[in-house]
């Protein structure tokens, strides 16, 4: 089914663009959120005469995407969470705001929650990659790097090693069912 964005979807696409989705995919998510519309005619008829009168606003607009994009590309973000009994799983969730006030905070940069592509919001402690939609043809990468202050063995360099130990220890059990 083709589709027409109304938001930015990550790993779909961007606002504007036509794109082939599953039916249920379309009718169960993207339909009922008002992410996208059905694309038939008179729908992509729209959508052109939308996009050329776009066109010379985007233009202009993207000189200054790509100067913000200067900025905060690969940049890391910090920001404070609070840990529950289950160390490394947060208390509430980092949402698309939270880490557009961090940037705004951190970098001086002022990005909208719209442009700030979560998936599902963070609930745990660690480096995560976020993807910021500055304009159709521009995006910005981060790192948001979140910690508890209170638990400073949770760092993300401590946590680390451990993820890199546990194959080693399976592997000796491995060896021992070959034998």
């Known amino acids: 089914m083709k589709v027409i964005l109304n938001q930015t979807v990550p ?11 599953k039916d249920g995919y379309a009718r169960n998510y993207l339909f ?8 038939d005619r008179g729908q992509l008829k729209t959508l052109d005469r939308k996009n050329e009168r776009m066109a010379a606003k985007l233009a202009e607009t993207k ?7 200067a900025k905060i590309d690969g940049q890391l973000i910090k920001i404070e969470g609070k840990v529950g009994r289950d160390l490394g799983k947060l208390f509430g969730a980092i949402t698309s705001q939270d880490v557009a006030d961090a940037i705004k905070k951190e970098l001086g940069v002022d990005v909208e929650k719209k442009d700030v592509c979560l998936i599902e919001p963070i609930k745990r402690i660690g480096k995560h990659a976020v993807m910021v939609d500055l304009h159709r043809d ?23 090693p451990v993820a890199e130990e546990a194959p080693e220890a399976s592997e000796p059990e491995a060896e021992a069912v070959e034998a």
């Open 63 to 69: 000189a200054s995407a790509e100067a913000t994009k």
């Open 138 to 160: 521009v995006d910005a990468h981060i790192t948001v790097q979140v910690f508890d202050p209170a638990h400073p063995e949770l760092d993300v360099e401590a946590a680390a």
């Open 11 to 21: 790993k779909l696409g961007k606002t504007g663009q036509v794109v082939t989705v």
């Open 32 to 39: 009922p959120k008002g992410l996208a519309i059905f694309a």
